[in-house]
């Protein structure tokens, strides 16, 4: 008995850790500028997400927990990359984000109170369940990942940072639900990996095609030309 409470101890530390680790990885996504770095930093992200449900479904063991972990590092650390890799060309990875919405510093100073008030709107949702184990580290680090991936998506300007962004929304829901809800059905699971995946190959078509036409990504960029094409 006391050797699994023990156990139990280490897994959730190493689950914090992981959680600590996953809001590291948003936290260089909004502040990075080059596209490339961006999604090294999702990668990262998404490796803590399958960690975190690793940790998670190991006591007491949770297959549904296992397939999670397992279905994140084949869609989000290996297939989405390399989707992404093979459909864009290697000018848009180089390419450093020079203007966005927020500059850098302001943009963590926001970030920061995201994280921050991400917890204390997790408060209530923390005091109200009876299962405190995970529930006290994914669901406020989930929260703080899914407003940091929204922020992302509104503040960055070339579209696979904001493709990366509603991406990193994805993840910190999910790192929220497996401890909320553990038990997902594997068929959902993999409807949702085949989605993002028929996502980031829809977006990458769209944004090479731009790319090619019109030489740029930036959506203000496309917003005006097409302002210029109903005139």
Not at 119 to 128: G, I, V
Not at 179 to 204: M, N, S, T, Y
């Amino acid at each position: 008995m006391q050797n699994f409470q023990n156990m139990a101890t280490i897994m959730a530390n190493l689950n914090a850790l992981a959680g600590g680790f996953f809001i590291i990885a948003a936290l260089g996504i909004v502040a990075t500028r080059q596209v490339r770095a961006c999604l090294k930093f999702f990668i990262f992200q998404s490796i803590f997400l399958a960690a975190s449900a690793f940790l998670l479904g190991a006591a007491p063991f949770s297959i549904h927990l296992m397939a999670v972990g397992v279905i994140n590092l084949i869609t989000k650390v290996m297939l989405l990359p390399w989707l992404l890799r093979r459909l864009l060309k290697e000018e848009v990875y180089t390419r450093r984000e020079i203007t966005q919405v927020v500059s850098i510093p302001t943009s963590l100073i926001i970030a920061l109170i995201l994280v921050i008030s991400a917890y204390f709107f997790s408060l209530p949702w923390l005091k109200a369940s009876d299962i405190m184990g995970p529930l006290r580290i994914n669901v406020p680090v989930g929260l703080g990942g899914l407003l940091l991936g929204a922020y992302t998506l509104a503040n960055r300007r070339e579209a696979l940072p904001q493709l990366l962004g509603l991406l990193a929304m994805e993840n910190g829901a999910f790192f929220a639900g497996i401890a909320i809800a553990p038990d997902l059905p594997l068929i959902a699971e993999l409807a949702l990996a085949f989605d993002l995946l028929i996502l980031a190959f829809v977006v990458g078509v769209l944004t090479r095609a731009v790319h090619e036409r019109v030489g740029t990504t930036a959506v203000g960029t496309l917003a005006r030309l097409r302002e210029e094409g109903q005139k």
